[in-house]
């Protein structure tokens, strides 16, 4: 049993026991690892509520043959999770965000490009109520460094490029837009002009969508992806729906 040092996020803590607390960390160097904290239900001292959800720390585990649970030995508090409870929004979309990183990972697969955007959306939620386009920008950041970035630049069946104003078929099924002529044989949804040129501007943090009736299309479009290509149930995404959209 080797004791190892790394950063980590809190993505959840749930009760073992009287006085145990499980707790999934997703962590700088290692990944999302599962752990123990022993006595941290009893002791007020020991962890200091370091170990609650969307804090990021310093945690000193004891590992054993780098599989299966870890014991914390110890936690300091890097950033904590002060202004997220006092909002609806807040909570949720962190939520969204701590469940989709904790559903799309495997134990001890290290992803710094996926702690880095957690972690800055975490900040972002401590600070100010997320808008729809703070979120899709965090989704996209994510969805990109795990393999599943939708394609808003070329024709995902012939690869020719398109002009922006002329992206307005999208394949779900083949993750991405088509030209006027590959959409005429495959299956698509045609969307407004300018939805395609704001998701690179949000992605890129450049603007938002405008009006509603566009952010309601982005909305849909992203679920539909979503929903065919991943295949999550997550139930955080459906109070952020009913509570902040």
């Known amino acids: 049993m080797s004791l190892r040092k790394d950063e980590a996020i809190v993505l959840s803590k749930r009760a073992y026991g009287e006085s145990d607390r499980i707790i999934h960390l997703f962590t700088l160097a290692a990944g999302k690892v599962s752990a123990i904290a022993k006595g941290a239900g009893k002791s007020q001292k020991r962890f200091v509520n370091t170990l609650e959800p969307f804090n990021h720390i310093r945690v000193e585990y004891f590992d054993r043959h780098n599989r299966g649970m870890v014991r914390i030995d110890n936690a300091d508090l890097v950033s904590g999770n002060d202004g997220i409870e006092t909002g609806m929004k807040r909570i949720c979309s962190a939520s969204f965000f701590t469940e989709l990183v904790d559903r799309m990972t495997r134990e001890r697969e290290p992803n710094t490009g996926l702690f880095m955007a957690l972690q800055e959306f975490i900040a972002l939620a401590r600070s100010k109520d997320p808008e729809y386009p703070d979120i899709l920008s965090c989704e996209l950041k994510m969805l990109d ?23 307005i078929y999208f394949s779900r099924e083949r993750g ?11 299956p698509h949804r045609r969307w407004s002009a300018g939805l395609m040129r704001a998701f690179l501007a949000v992605k890129r943090n450049e603007a938002g969508f405008g009006t509603r009736s566009l952010e309601r299309e982005a909305q849909e479009l992203m679920e539909g992806f979503l929903a065919y290509h991943i295949d999550l149930d997550l139930k955080s995404y459906k109070l952020l729906k009913l509570m902040v959209f």
């Not at 460094?145 to 939708?150: A, E, K, M, Q, S």
């Not at 991405?176 to 495959?186: D, P, V, Y």
């Open 176 to 186: 991405g837009i088509l030209c006027g002529t590959c959409a005429r044989s495959l």
């Open 145 to 167: 460094v795990l393999g599943y970035h939708p394609n808003f630049d070329t024709c995902v069946f012939c690869g020719a490029g398109i002009h922006d104003d002329e992206k």
